[in-house]
């Protein structure tokens, strides 16, 4: 099945393990280490899952859909990236067809209220959004 194509380096997609199993298009999750419905936020996902790695994060410290307490809700962070023992990056992961709106940004403060991570990453695979919440400012890039 045809994917679309996300904005990373195409080098990173190549390492992405698609395969089909009942007709159903599964993609592999390199930390969870299973087979998952390839859904168009799980291939987003994966994607910055490899980035990350690819930045020097250890696959070792890299959470998926962690569970995280807000008030009386459970919710689950879509990707947290821990170095020396802490959160580092909090990222949320949008379908490609999902635009990065205030909304998102909102639910991605409202998670990293809780992680205290210094970096968040907002990403629908098309557009990535940095934030430095040490600074309160926008990055060009996630520092590695």
Not at 17 to 23: C, M, S, W
Not at 69 to 93: M, W, Y
Request: hydrophobic share 40%; with cysteine.
């Amino acid at each position: 099945m045809a994917r679309r194509a996300l904005n990373f380096p195409q080098a990173l997609t190549a390492l992405i393990q698609l395969k089909i199993e009942d007709g159903q298009e599964l993609i592999f999750d390199v930390v969870r280490k299973k087979w998952l419905v390839c859904t168009p936020e799980e291939w987003v996902r994966q994607h910055a899952v490899q980035y990350l790695v690819a930045l020097g994060y250890s696959i070792h410290h890299i959470q998926i859909e962690s569970g995280l307490k807000t008030g009386f809700n459970t919710k689950r962070s879509d990707i947290i990236a821990n170095s020396n023992g802490k959160p580092e990056v909090l990222v949320e992961c949008k379908a490609p067809e999902v635009a990065l709106s205030q909304k998102t940004f909102n639910q991605a403060f409202n998670y990293n209220y809780t992680i205290g991570a210094p970096l968040i990453w907002l990403t629908n695979g098309l557009q990535n959004l940095y934030w430095d919440c040490k600074e309160s400012k926008q990055l060009e890039q996630l520092p590695a």
